[in-house]
């Protein structure tokens, strides 16, 4: 008896190709037809209308077929004066028509290629973490049930696998905003702490030295190796497949332990489908708890555990066969997922916007980024920055209007409170000028690893928050830092307590402000 699978969940695990169809078939190619006339008593024109009803139903099977839905029928009929049956053999690869009109039968047979897909695979956060490659979409392009019996699960986890690229790697880590470049910022005798910054010619000749300065001299352009995509999900190009191919196969010594689609164990060593069920190698195929895979919302996502912990960047080749003869296979890579879940890190702890630093820490602090202007498409206002300790605030960059790419650095000789200052301000727009704290928690958000930034758009044609932290942001659009690190959104074009805040972007100024302990 088999069981039903519903997709009845948002999110899953592995990679998944499993959703598959009864019949699914992307290409059906008409190879050879043959026919037969079973009714010598048939008058002439009833004979040519059956063959010319057999035609249309041998299309209309075919178009049944390419659309991934079952083309079998009984007493089909366009217009009531003949009719036509579709019997499928998919074994064999055919389908034969039956038409009738009076007392002519025409029986023609085609050959048709049962064994594509009806799947488009989405195989965008394909990803491995511990023992398991998990979260693997897969859309399913037609409504017939399939009935899935076995899974080959292959894999490539040699470094020559690992080395081969695809769109995804290439994508880095995205534009950076208001048209400016990344660098990599190394603060000066605590290399570890480097992190990705975008900045304007200006903030990297004169803020950064042109990485040749005193104090930063192992500043870069381009962005830190740490903060390149680590997780790398993609489909396979061919010449990635025959790059793949070429590479001497380096599997180690691990096996298939279980596997899950859409929160429902078909494998599992020991258990399912039978207490004799042994674990499965690279290649081998598994027979899995036979199930109706039904097109409830036309996802399925799949999650495989191995006996020992993929390789990141390793390749995979997984293929669903099904009851009916059809199969889906499909290669991709999948890479690590993101540490998001990182707690603050020692010597330091933020409340409601204020840092405390205990003694003999650097603190570094550089602008991402500044857009504000007066008005839509207006003239842009200033904005300066001062850096308050215990309560005594100093202006930073000499007082001067940020854009993205200003670093500043000192040392705390004593436990300390730290609170950043913005002022907004330009004469020639009605004289605006507006000054906000950290503390200020209607003006400004202080974001640490794992928060979710205010989904906000850009005043006028500005980027977003988003935009602006884009470097900064995991898969699921959440903050993606170090422990030791802080973000700060400064809103300074709007009073968030006046009641009108439909200008309010919340990126008027960014700050990311990191913490290390001075050796």
């Known amino acids: 008896m088999f069981n039903t699978l519903k997709n009845n969940r948002g999110s899953s695990l592995l990679g998944a190709v499993v959703v598959m169809v009864v019949l699914a078939a992307a290409a059906t190619t008409v190879v050879n037809i043959s026919g037969t006339d079973t009714s010598s008593s048939a008058n002439h024109s009833d004979s040519v209308k059956a063959l010319a009803y057999g035609n249309g139903g041998i299309q209309w099977a075919l178009d049944k077929l390419s659309k991934g839905d079952d083309p079998a029928v009984t007493n089909k009929t366009f217009d009531g004066k003949g009719s036509f049956d579709v019997t499928t053999d998919p074994a064999a690869g055919t389908i034969t028509v039956t038409a009738t009109v009076g007392n002519a039968v025409k029986t023609q047979t085609i050959n048709a290629n049962?064994?594509?897909?009806?799947v488009d695979d989405v195989l965008s956060t394909a990803i491995k973490q511990d023992n398991q490659v998990f979260n693997m979409s897969l859309d399913k392009g037609c409504n017939e049930v399939a009935i899935l019996t076995k899974v080959t699960v292959s894999w490539d986890w040699s470094a020559c696998a690992v080395g081969i690229g695809c769109e995804a790697d290439q994508s880095g880590i995205g534009e950076p905003p208001n048209g400016k470049f990344?660098?990599?910022?190394?603060?000066?005798?605590?290399?570890?702490?480097?992190?990705?910054?975008?900045?304007?010619?200006?903030?990297?000749?004169?803020?950064?030295?042109?990485?040749?300065?005193?104090?930063?001299?192992?500043?870069?352009?381009?962005?830190?190796?740490?903060?390149?995509?680590?997780?790398?999900?993609?489909?396979a190009s061919g010449d990635q497949l025959v790059d793949l191919a070429a590479c001497e196969d380096e599997t180690l010594d691990a096996t298939v332990q279980q596997i899950d689609v859409?929160?429902?164990?078909?494998?599992?060593?020991?258990?399912?489908?039978?207490?004799?069920?042994?674990?499965?190698?690279a290649g081998q195929e598994i027979d899995v708890s036979n199930f109706n895979l039904?097109?409830?919302?036309?996802?399925?996502?799949?999650?495989?555990t191995f006996s020992a912990e993929p390789v990141s960047g390793g390749w995979y080749t997984v293929r669903f066969d099904f009851s009916d003869g059809s199969h889906l296979e499909s290669t991709f890579r999948a890479g690590d997922v993101p540490d998001a879940s990182a707690a603050l890190g020692e010597g330091f702890e933020v409340t409601?916007?204020?840092?405390?630093?205990?003694?003999?820490?650097?603190?570094?602090?550089?602008?991402?980024?500044?857009?504000?202007?007066?008005?839509?498409?207006?003239?842009?206002?200033?904005?300066?920055v001062e850096l308050c300790k215990d309560n005594v605030c100093s202006a930073l960059y000499s007082g001067a209007d940020v854009d993205g790419g200003e670093s500043y650095e000192t040392t705390t000789t004593t436990e300390s409170d730290y609170v950043i200052r913005a002022t907004a301000s330009l004469a020639s727009c009605n004289n605006f000028s507006r000054t906000y704290n950290s503390t200020n928690l209607s003006q400004v958000q202080t974001l640490v690893n794992g928060d979710a930034p205010p989904a906000m758009?850009?005043?006028?044609?500005?980027?977003?928050?988003?935009?602006?932290?884009?470097?900064?942001?995991?898969?699921?659009?959440?903050?993606?830092?170090?422990?030791?690190?802080?973000?700060?959104?400064?809103?300074?074009?709007?009073?968030?307590?006046?009641?009108?805040?439909?200008?309010?972007?919340?990126q008027d100024l960014v700050v990311i402000m990191s913490l290390s302990q001075v050796q």
């Open 114 to 118: 049962f064994a594509g897909s009806c």
């Open 352 to 384: 409601n916007g204020v840092v405390t630093v205990e003694t003999n820490y650097l603190v570094d602090l550089d602008v991402i980024g500044s857009s504000i202007t007066c008005g839509v498409g207006g003239a842009e206002i200033n904005v300066s």
């Open 262 to 281: 859409n929160g429902t164990s078909i494998f599992k060593v020991g258990e399912i489908p039978a207490a004799t069920t042994a674990a499965a190698s």
């Open 182 to 235: 990344w660098i990599c910022h190394v603060p000066p005798g605590n290399p570890e702490n480097a992190h990705t910054l975008s900045v304007n010619e200006a903030g990297w000749r004169n803020g950064h030295n042109n990485g040749e300065g005193e104090h930063h001299n192992q500043d870069y352009i381009g962005p830190c190796e740490a903060d390149l995509p680590v997780v790398t999900s993609c489909t």
């Open 294 to 304: 039904t097109d409830n919302d036309n996802n399925y996502l799949v999650d495989a």
């Open 457 to 506: 758009v850009g005043f006028g044609d500005q980027q977003s928050v988003a935009e602006f932290l884009e470097p900064y942001l995991d898969e699921a659009g959440l903050v993606s830092i170090e422990a030791n690190q802080v973000i700060y959104l400064f809103e300074l074009g709007t009073n968030m307590n006046e009641g009108d805040t439909t200008g309010a972007d919340f």
